[in-house]
């Protein structure tokens, strides 16, 4: 097995959306980003990056590159899939916490797990999202940030063996 761990921070700005997970939240600010700055995806993408040994999201997509510029981030993540199958690897589960003061997010965690679930491959029972806040702390608790940490499992090739 491989453990990969993910981690994403953005800054939120008027006039933007707000996507998490493929999802679009109402809100009045959005996350502040290169792509679509779903975080919550970024996070995951790079766990599944870091369990299969594959570089980070930066490399891959790098902001500098127009191409990727106000892409769903569900696609950067379907192609990094895509990397992850090559190497034979296959997911076991994510477990994902969303740090932000507002807006609440509850609500909206179904709908992100059958989202993710639908690019993932992965059963709705073997996906985490959670959310927390930052106790009105730093950044993030006055409303000014989301971060996202994110885990992800992959089971290892098994090895053919000799009858």
Not at 14 to 19: A, D, K, S, T, V
Not at 29 to 42: E, F, I, M, R, Y
Not at 148 to 157: F, G, K
Request: net charge negative; glycine share 10%; charged share 20%.
């Amino acid at each position: 097995m491989r453990i990969g761990n993910g981690y994403d921070f953005h800054r939120l700005v008027e006039g933007r959306p707000l996507i998490l997970g493929g999802i679009e939240i109402p809100y009045h600010l959005g996350l502040l980003g290169h792509s679509d700055a779903d975080l919550l995806t970024h996070a995951i993408t790079d766990a599944l990056l870091g369990a299969a040994c594959l570089g980070d999201i930066g490399q891959h997509f790098p902001p500098s590159d127009p191409q990727w510029k106000g892409v769903s981030s569900l696609l950067l993540l379907e192609k990094v899939l895509e990397l992850v199958h090559a190497k034979d690897f296959t997911l076991s589960n994510v477990d994902a916490v969303v740090v932000a003061e507002r807006p609440k997010l509850a609500a909206h965690i179904p709908g992100i797990r059958e989202s993710l679930s639908k690019v993932l491959g992965l059963p709705v029972d073997r996906l985490s999202v959670k959310a927390t806040t930052q106790e009105g702390l730093g950044p993030i608790g006055e409303g000014l940030a989301m971060a996202c940490y994110a885990v992800v499992l992959l089971n290892e090739p098994q090895p053919i063996l000799a009858m």
